[in-house]
DNA sequence: GGGTAATCGCAGTCCACAAAAGGAC
DNA sequence: ATGTCCTTTTGTGGACTGCGATTAC
């Protein structure tokens, strides 16, 4: 099972070989495994003890609490895209020791290329990479095939197989963000803004590290102080933590930097709306804050998320969700710095419209329209903006 | 205090088209 | 590496609409 992110739906080979060879934007989709465990996000790193692909949530839920666990070598996995044969998912997923050597035989020659997505890795941030070969349990069963007909055969029972319980579907998983969302804040396809939002309540407890039910707590005591407080943050030494140097020490005070840009949009909104029922990406969620609670209240432009330089920067891969971690701690001074960084942007904010093009701005101001929409020049009209009265 | 209807306000949607962006060569 | 041509995407405002929140009964 594969999983597409800009789908948000989990395929078997056939049917992602059937769906990403219809034309030349969905060959664009970037694909990669499905999680073992859950079995509705996609893997981000695969475990060479276990012997499972894992997506961040159960990776850090798998490999984090015990220290026996947390030893565990794991390594990334990359995402591709377009129409990979057979030596070519081998050559990126090296665990898989059998793919059926006719996959991706029937794309378009020339269009079924594929790309490999290094930094869907990227935001891996396990101990060293240690190459395992290792079967995929999902794919065990496909040893020996080796024709069109049993790969056909092979890949229509994967979607069915006991072994399986999730067949093949183009719909958002149940639990999804998409479906619970306020009308109209539907997700973007093939927008990586909006990749993997899908957080269900379960994160948002990770998120928070409380229950979704009492969202009060989040500022009750300290308020926004509380979201930099030390002990949340990563950690950076521990035995096959997500960060283990000091390149992950940086990338713990970015991330630090990250809260306390994302956490603006949090607590204006948090403010508006006491709205328990809010949804947070799983796999980003720290990353995808201050976007998914904009995009929450509306409160934010067009222009104002665009504008937003830090969130541009979660939103690019940078680091993934940080485990909370007693040992670790953050710098007092760098806290200190992303709280008055906060407080400076929060004061500075606004989110009066912004036009970025004046000239679709003069153009849309004498525009004629009919009912505010536009019309074709030429067309009857009812409203002109150069005339003071209407049906000029 | 609970239920229902009316009202209010917010935010999304629609439209055409020039400009901007991106891809191919 | 640069320039040209072509295609695709983006952004713009007023009116309308749907829906949740509020108010009145």
């Known amino acids: 099972m594969v999983y597409c992110r800009s789908d948000a739906a989990c395929l078997c080979l056939s049917c992602d070989r059937n769906v990403h060879s219809a034309n030349a934007l969905s060959r664009r989709h970037s694909r990669t495994l499905l999680c073992d465990r859950c079995n509705s996000q996609p893997a981000v790193s695969r475990c060479a003890e276990e012997k499972i692909s894992l997506c961040q949530n159960c990776d850090w839920d798998g490999h984090s609490g015990s220290t026996q666990a947390s030893g565990h070598k794991r390594q990334p996995i990359n995402c591709y895209s377009g129409c990979p044969s057979a030596a070519e998912l081998s050559g990126i997923w090296s665990f898989v020791e059998d793919f059926p050597s006719t996959v991706g035989l029937n794309c378009d020659q020339g269009l079924g290329l594929m790309s490999i997505d290094e930094n869907s890795a990227s935001t891996y941030w396990g101990p060293p990479e240690n190459s395992s070969t290792v079967d995929l349990a999902t794919m065990s069963n496909i040893n020996g095939l080796e024709n ?17 319980p999730m067949p093949c579907s183009v719909n958002q998983p149940a639990g999804s963000v998409e479906s619970k969302l306020p009308k109209g804040l539907g997700i973007c396809e ?4 909006y990749e993997d939002f ?13 229950s979704q039910n009492q969202p009060g707590q989040l500022f009750e005591d300290e308020g926004i102080d509380s979201l930099f407080d030390v002990k949340n943050m990563p950690d950076s030494s521990g035995q096959g933590g997500f960060v283990s140097s000091s390149a992950g020490q940086a990338k713990a005070m970015q991330a630090a930097c990250s809260i306390a840009a994302s956490t603006d949009s949090l607590m204006s909104n948090a403010g508006a709306k006491s709205d328990s029922n809010l949804y947070l990406p799983a796999r980003q969620a720290r990353s995808s804050l ?5 995009g929450l209240t509306g409160e934010s432009s067009a222009g104002d998320y665009q504008d937003c330089g830090v969130s541009s ?21 760098s806290r200190d710095n992303a709280v008055m960084r906060y407080k400076e942007k929060k004061k500075t904010r606004k989110f009066e419209k912004k036009i970025r093009y004046a000239s679709r701005k003069a153009r849309a101001d004498v525009r004629k329209r009919v009912k505010g929409r536009f019309v ?5 009209y009812d409203y002109d903006p150069l005339c003071q009265t209407r049906s000029c």
């Open 148 to 164: 069109d007909d049993k790969l056909d055969a092979w890949m229509e029972s994967s979607s069915m197989s006991p072994s399986n």
């Open 190 to 193: 093939d927008d990586d803004i």
């Open 198 to 210: 899908d957080l269900s309540f379960e994160n948002y407890e990770e998120l928070f590290g409380m």
């Open 290 to 294: 201050s976007l998914s609670f904009s």
């Open 313 to 333: 920067m979660l939103l690019m891969g940078e680091p993934p969700w940080y485990p909370p971690g007693p040992e670790n701690s953050l710098p007092t001074a």
């Open 376 to 380: 074709k020049a030429g067309d009857a």
